[in-house]
DNA sequence: CTACGTGCAAAGGCTTTGCGTGGGA
DNA sequence: TCCCACGCAAAGCCTTTGCACGTAG
């Protein structure tokens, strides 16, 4: 669990604490390797420990993302997603509007051109988003 | 206001009635031609008819939206944006990280390489979202 | 005249926070 | 010991809806 070492790492830092709590649900969080919203990695850290409360999960999940240890999605519109964040990788999503599964995916090529809409507009890219909904393949006949 | 007539088609073909609230409404956001959320739009229609409440604006734009005249949006993550739809238009957008403008591009061959990506994936695209987020021409020095 | 539309206020649904207690360092 | 962290409950924020009254067709 390299990540979590850097997680501990990075609370040591802040000046910050290494709870039981955060131990467990960055493990799990990390382990999961989904696009957990609060509400799921909640049941699943409930499981465990079921003394742990919703803020804690969200909290973490939010000291997470500072980290820079998880990225912070809004597929579905109205619900926050979180992903962990590996090293050196950026991918995009295609996303299944009728059993919601989530596949990953990633084209240089796109992105490429991607940097030359932003230079014919003047624009500096600092990230990007994009996503393709429809049907994955057990869901379309 | 070739969109303000189609709108009154759609609604006389469901039975719906052509109002005073929604013809103002359907006015105005058509012709601001921008990204709003139903809070901007909101105060706009007060301006001009301070008795229009927030509901019927918001229950408007749901109608524009089942009409095939308005796209929702989801860019800053919470909030819920709306914009007209020209005929056979698509397009993805420029967000500016700093002052919130928002640039609309199009690019067929970013199109067709998404479409490939699905297709080595057995994935059927119904629609999707491409945003950049970083700094426009203004915004970054 | 009837069904649809409107404004208001309140209910939802998720995210975020205040507070008193508990526990790492 | 001293903050930081925890769980709980409540507050925020938008979005959505129920209701009683008004009005287009």
Redesign the pocket.
Known sequence: MKRLNDFEKY??Q?????????EK?VQLFLKSDKHL???ELYHKVKKI?P??????????L??LVKANLAAERHFGD????FEPIRKNEHHDHLICIKCGRIIEFENKKIEELQEEVAKRNDFEVVRHRLELYGYCSRCKR
Do not use: F, H, P
């Open positions: 609370l040591s802040k000046g910050l604490k290494i709870t039981r709590e955060r649900i919203n609060v509400e420990d003394q742990i409360g919703y803020s804690t999960v969200y909290r973490t939010r000291l109205r619900e926050t997603r």
